[in-house]
């Protein structure tokens, strides 16, 4: 059987419904990146093998029982662990939270944020409860990386991975601003500020802007610029290679960063 045959039997098994599940799925672990068809195609089949070689499946591109335990049952993928110049593997991860913001009032609160906290091991808080940890925490999950204890609590980053002497895109980010009761100090004691976290993703013409991809900036993902000298430190994973110049961007409000 080729494989064209094999995809259209799968197809007519699955339906499109369960196809666009599938591929919504492979999106966010960053395994499929084009259009949300419903249709087991090439680039699909190709995703779910590439799932099963990360998550030691047999890999056929089949969308079958073991697959579908692996695929729904997780929430992060294996990825190449370097830092490249042009892009970094985590950074597709974060631009695709772009525009989540909270829900005003107390009523709702927004699920995509909740899962962010859960992830930082806080699953009880809410979209109200500061949580630009917890998206960092969400995004290096998802790419494949252990986070730090306490992920909730931005100054926490400063303890992962290792530090590098200038921002570099895709760095994780840590600044200094006030402490929010509901997040758990790194150390009894530890009242000093929780800080703010997110990801470089630019810098100024003149080098005094650092801009930053993060959450809970004006309660949503966007990218926003701050001072360089405000920043304690800039963190990238163990084992990464950096170089290349961060991109020069422009602007003062918020905005969203363009995938070129």
Not at 4 to 26: F, H, M, N, Y
Not at 137 to 150: E, L, Q, W
Not at 198 to 208: A, L, N, T
């Amino acid at each position: 059987m080729t494989n064209r045959e094999i995809r259209r039997k799968v197809q007519k098994r699955l339906g499109k419904k369960k196809v666009r599940q599938i591929q919504t799925k492979l999106k966010k672990l960053g395994l499929y990146s084009i259009r949300i068809d419903g249709i087991y195609g090439k680039v699909t089949m190709q995703g779910i093998a590439q799932f099963q070689k990360t998550h030691g499946l047999d890999v056929d591109g089949i969308y079958g029982k073991d697959t579908k335990r692996k695929l729904f049952g997780v929430n992060k993928v294996v990825v190449q662990n370097k830092l490249r110049g042009e892009k970094s593997m985590w950074l597709s991860i974060a631009k695709n939270e772009l525009g989540t913001k909270e829900y005003r009032g107390k009523v709702r609160s927004n699920k995509a944020i909740e899962k962010y906290h859960d992830i930082a091991g806080i699953g009880w808080a809410k979209d109200d409860v500061p949580w630009c940890g917890s998206f960092v925490a969400y995004v290096m999950d998802t790419a494949g990386f252990k986070i730090v204890r306490y992920s909730a609590r931005a100054k926490s980053w400063l303890n992962f991975g290792k530090s590098v002497d200038r921002p570099v895109l895709g760095a994780i980010a840590i600044k200094s601003r006030g402490l929010h009761p509901a997040i758990k100090p790194i150390r009894k004691g530890d009242r000093k500020g929780s800080g703010h976290v997110g990801f470089v993703v630019g810098e100024s013409s003149d080098g005094k802007y650092i801009y930053l991809l993060g959450g809970n900036q004006g309660d949503a993902v966007n990218v926003r610029r701050y001072p360089t000298n405000v920043f304690l430190d800039f963190r990238v994973p163990n084992k990464t290679v950096v170089y290349g110049k961060l991109p020069i961007l422009t602007g003062k409000r918020p905005y969203i960063i363009s995938e070129s």
